[in-house]
């Protein structure tokens, strides 16, 4: 059975820090890429960041320069390094798997709550 399952979520003061996990299990085959995503009240889910197979990463123009995401193959775990916190980074914040082979597969963990004061 496929299980993503997010940590590390809090309440923090605007211009702090987190660090956010997801541990993996069950995935079989062979997987494109890795990601977070948030999804804000009244707000569409959006890519925060993703990191493919071989390293290459990807990062939305808002958390650029403060997030920085990186994955252990050997343990299945993807992390999101949150730094300079805003308000606006306010969301739940949801694991992504995009599995390619042997068929196409998204796979979504069940999120995590970041809450940034001002």
């Known amino acids: 059975q496929v299980q993503l399952v997010e940590s590390g979520g809090d309440l923090v003061q605007a211009g702090g820090s987190l660090r956010l996990s997801c541990a993996a299990s069950?995935?079989?085959?062979?997987?494109?890429?890795m990601g977070w995503y948030r999804q804000a009240p009244g707000k569409q889910r959006e890519l925060v960041a993703s990191?493919?197979?071989?390293?290459?990463?990807n990062y939305a123009d808002s958390v650029k320069g403060r997030f920085t995401i990186s994955r252990d193959n050997a343990k299945s775990t993807l992390f999101l390094e949150m730094n300079s916190l805003k308000p606006e980074d306010t969301a739940v914040y949801y694991c992504?798997?995009?599995?390619?082979?042997?068929?196409?597969?998204?796979?979504w963990g069940q999120g995590t709550q970041v809450t940034v004061s001002s």
């Open positions: 992504n798997i995009d599995r390619l082979y042997p068929s196409r597969q998204i796979y």
């Open positions: 069950g995935i079989i085959g062979v997987i494109n890429a």
């Open positions: 990191i493919t197979t071989n390293g290459r990463t």
